[in-house]
């Protein structure tokens, strides 16, 4: 009997300590983004599609979440994200966090969907991200540049961790 509830316990720490794991990780929902095109470009063109479960951007446009995160620190944002080339060029993006834009573009490295990890500081409380999609190029007939956003996850880093 001692050895059952020894295991027991044991047990229930381990799945104790993979559930703690798993809280460490913020899957942003897609369905939660405020998407937008930039003026003139409507609703058909930028937005978040059921049936394949991502945001498009058939044109220039952006997509913004707001989250909470417990401590300030140092996060690692893993963006899943694909595209259509056009030109020999994949799709870029901007990352704006809490109002500050990265200077440079991040380059999709193919146009099947792959995660991009990009470190960035974010504070205690509230925090807003903005994804751009900021290389849209296309001729009727001949190339159209698109890229679509699988999935958004946020992930604090161990030092940050290690601060609660």
Request: charged share 35%; aromatic share 8%.
């Amino acid at each position: 009997m001692k050895r059952l509830v020894s295991t027991l316990l044991v047990t229930a720490s381990l799945l104790a300590g993979m559930a703690v794991q798993a809280a460490d990780d913020i899957k942003l929902k897609l369905t939660d983004a405020k998407v937008k095109g930039e003026e003139g470009v409507g609703a058909d063109l930028v937005g978040y599609n059921d049936g394949e479960e991502k945001i498009f951007f058939y044109a220039p446009g952006s997509a913004e979440w707001t989250f909470k995160v417990e401590n300030e620190g140092e996060y690692t944002l893993i963006v899943k994200a694909s595209c259509d080339p056009a030109k020999n060029e994949n799709a870029k993006f901007k990352l704006t966090i809490n109002g500050k834009t990265d200077e440079k573009d991040t380059t999709l490295k193919n146009a099947e969907a792959e995660d991009l990890k990009v470190t960035v500081k974010l504070k205690a409380g509230e925090n807003k991200l903005k994804i751009t999609f900021t290389n849209d190029e296309y001729k009727e007939n001949e190339y159209d540049r698109n890229m679509y956003v699988h999935a958004m996850t946020v992930k604090a880093k161990e030092e940050t961790k290690k601060k609660e």
